[in-house]
């Protein structure tokens, strides 16, 4: 029995009231993604019915502008409401993101986190490359890259810019900080977890799951969610950059070569300040669980509730979508 029990009812009570708290947040995830979903197909309805939807697939600026008007709306009113309610029943502030402990340590934690997420790509082709083998094709949404300076500036604010403001904002801020409480690496993974199901397709989510591992434990060391939003930024800025090249370089030699040459500097690059991140860091870690709760009840109180399961299903149904067998 633990220590800090005077009786077994005591520490049944207190139970309770933990797996009470973290169910709530459960259940306010769930509603999110939900929201999430019914947000986006409405603004599609809305938008896309008529000749928007025609310039939608012509138009690569206008692509792009649709693409930043829908992260804003489909992730913030849900999440906004979501940390609403949260604020108000835990006293948590979730709108806060935190001013980070050490600049020089939000700094170093940011080629920390983008090792991390080049890690998750190439585990992420591995397991693509497999499902390939076995005759499970994979696939994920596409965006037709603009040619102009201009509409390359807008596809960078909405796939750099803006998604790792909201994304951040949602996961790392909304639903990991009040999870905080019971247990930093309850609260990375639960939260890596929602950041993976919300991609809804199974290219992305596994490189979620691995990247929103790295991005939280970052965040929680430096105690900003800012520092997220700095790691998610430079991570899709690179993804931009990439497809950038792909579109310009025509000849596949130099391609192959440039590709090369930028992977290599960049992991270097990474890795040293991983190093530095590590060297910074001392003696801050992950802050230990203080419930009684085991990290395995925590996680189906937060998973097992209406709202969250009803999520789910949502987004394994909409994941088929991006599933081909052959």
């Given at each position: 029995m633990n220590e800090f029990y005077s009786s077994p009812s005591e520490l049944y009570l207190q139970e309770e009231k933990e797996k009470n708290g973290i169910r709530y947040i459960g259940k306010i995830a769930g509603r999110c993604i939900i929201g999430y979903v019914l947000v986006q197909n409405i603004l599609s309805i809305l938008l896309f019915s008529g000749p928007l939807g025609t310039l939608y697939d012509a138009d690569p600026d206008f692509q792009s502008v649709a693409t930043i008007f829908f992260s804003l709306s489909s992730i913030l009113i849900p999440f906004g409401v979501g940390g609403y309610f949260i604020n108000k029943r835990l006293n948590t502030d979730v709108f806060n993101l935190g001013k980070p402990v050490s600049t020089s340590l939000m700094l170093s934690a940011v080629p920390f986190g983008f090792f991390i997420c080049l890690a998750g790509n190439y585990v992420t082709s591995i397991f693509v490359n497999f499902m390939d083998e076995i005759g499970i094709h994979l696939s994920a949404p596409d965006f037709a890259v603009p040619s102009g300076f201009g509409g390359r500036l807008i596809y960078i604010v909405s796939i750099a810019v803006v998604p790792p403001l909201v994304?951040?904002?949602?996961?790392?801020?909304?639903?990991?900080?009040?999870?905080?409480?019971?247990?930093?690496?309850?609260?990375?993974?639960?939260?890596?977890?929602?950041?993976?199901v919300l991609h809804g397709n199974l290219i992305q989510a596994p490189f979620a799951l691995i990247a929103g591992i790295g991005i939280g434990y970052a965040v929680c060391i430096t105690n900003s969610v800012w520092t997220g939003v700095l790691i998610h930024a430079v991570n899709n800025f690179y993804s931009v950059v990439t497809e950038f090249m792909i579109e310009d370089i025509a000849d596949e030699a130099v391609l192959e070569r440039v590709y090369l040459i930028t992977t290599v500097a960049l992991y270097a690059v990474s890795i040293l300040g991983s190093a530095l991140f590590i060297v910074i860091r001392k003696r801050r870690r992950a802050m230990p669980s203080f419930t009684s709760l085991s990290d395995g009840r925590k996680m189906i109180a937060f998973t097992w509730n209406i709202p969250m399961v009803i999520a789910l299903l949502i987004m394994f149904y909409l994941t088929k979508r991006f599933i081909e067998l052959s």
């Open positions: 994304e951040e904002f949602a996961i790392r801020g909304v639903i990991m900080q009040p999870l905080r409480r019971y247990g930093d690496k309850f609260a990375i993974v639960a939260s890596a977890l929602i950041f993976a």
